[in-house]
Every structure is written in C-alpha cells, then in structure tokens.
T-cell receptor, first 117, second 114 residues
C-alpha cells in the first residue's frame, strides 16, 4: 500500500527550539510539496521540489524555515528558531510528473501537528 | 495570483440527499483541478482529478465537472451517507503560478445525518 509517510505525527516544543519534520514520498514519485494548514489560512504552499531540485519556496519564511531533499526518499522541513505562530499541521505530498505533462496528482501524508509553546 | 473559493463553507443534509459542492477560481489558465476529502485530524485523500482538457470525472457516487472558461467546478455527491461527512477541498494547478503546485480553497464541511 503506497503512501506518503510523515514523522513525527505530533510535536510539542518550546519557543526557540529547532524542529525537524520528515517526509518519505511514495517510491518513484519525483515531485514533493510541503503545505501548512491552519484554521485561519487553510492550506498554504511552503515549498515544492521536482527531481530533488527546489522549484518554489516563495511561501516559506526564509529567515527561519528551510526545506531540503537529501535524497529521493527523504524530504525535510526545518524551523529554527520556532515561534508560537508556527503552530499548525504540516503536510507533505508527493506526485509523479512525467516529461512535459504537468498533470501531477498529489497524494498527501497524514501530517505533523506542531505545537510551539 | 490564483485564488480558489468554495461555497458554502458548511452544509448539513439528511441521509439520501443528492448534493452539490461548488468551487470557483480566478485564473482559468490551469493544468488540472483536484478534489480532496479530509476527515478530522487526518490527511487529504484524493477523490478526483480533472485535467484541463476534460469536462468531468466520475468515481462511484461522485461526479466532478469543470468549466474552465467560467472558472468553476462542482462536486456532485449522489445518495449521501453519514460516512460522507468530512471537509471537501478543491485545488487547482495553475499554469501561471511558479511550477505547478496546487492552490487550495478553504473547503466545504459536509455533515450528513442519519
């Protein structure tokens, strides 16, 4: 059963601490997205990779957030230092984009619920 | 900038009713539109993907239509069941947005009573 796996599922941390969230995309998928979901803003795109190269991270606060893909099976999202306003559910999604076909169906993980106190 | 709107924000119906959820988007230059379901505390489950060249897609009791020129999509749910209770999200992959990442509406929360 292919699925996107995110760890941890829940994280409570103190303000100022570093937080790392991990995502294992579906094997064979070459596109990875990071989204943040809050009640007020809904789902916001933070970053987006294709073939491990970052295509768009304009939605991500650059001073404290960073996203990387060390290899094709792992994507990471780091927050340093964390702040209470970062409390949200962070979702990773993956998809397969072939050649010039931009019709990428996205499959989502279960999310990491982050609480910064 | 692409914006996606879903109306209504919440909907309550009795079991067995047919219903329609609406999605509108401001920029008709899209690659595709995708409907998702989200249960409380869970991730998003993809329901249907409609490519820009298509007019509709069907899966079981679900039918999604796309009118790209008017910037609208509808999700039709036939013979609703209590198990259909969830939040339904519409998202578009916009040609003019950097890359092809999905832009989401805020969803319609559906409650089906038995």
């Amino acid at each position: 059963d292919a699925r996107v796996t995110q760890t941890p599922r829940d994280k409570v941390t103190e303000m100022g601490q570093e937080v790392t969230m991990r995502c294992q995309p579906i094997l064979g998928h070459n596109t990875v997205f990071w989204y943040r979901q809050t009640m007020m803003q809904g789902l916001e795109l933070l970053a987006y990779f294709r073939n491990r190269a970052p295509l768009d991270d304009s939605g991500m606060p650059k001073d404290r957030f960073s996203a990387e893909m060390p290899d094709a099976t792992l994507a990471t999202l780091k927050i340093q230092p964390s702040e209470p306003r970062d409390s949200a559910v962070y979702f990773c999604a993956s998809g397969l984009t072939v050649n010039r076909d931009m019709n990428t169906e996205a499959f989502f993980g279960q999310g990491t619920r982050l609480t910064v106190v | 900038k692409q914006e996606v709107t879903q109306i209504p924000a919440a909907l309550s119906v009795p079991e067995g009713e047919n219903l329609v959820l609406n999605c509108s988007f401001t920029d008709s230059a899209i690659y595709n539109l995708q409907w998702f379901r989200q249960d409380p505390g869970k991730g998003l489950t993809s329901l249907l993907l409609i490519q820009s060249s298509q007019r509709e897609q069907t899966s079981g009791r679900l039918n999604a239509s796309l009118d790209k020129s008017s910037g609208r999509s509808t999700l039709y749910i036939a013979a609703s069941q209590p198990g259909d209770s969830a939040t339904y999200l519409c998202a578009v992959s916009s040609i003019n947005q950097a890359g092809t990442a999905l832009i989401f509406g805020k969803g319609t929360t559906l409650s089906v009573s038995s």
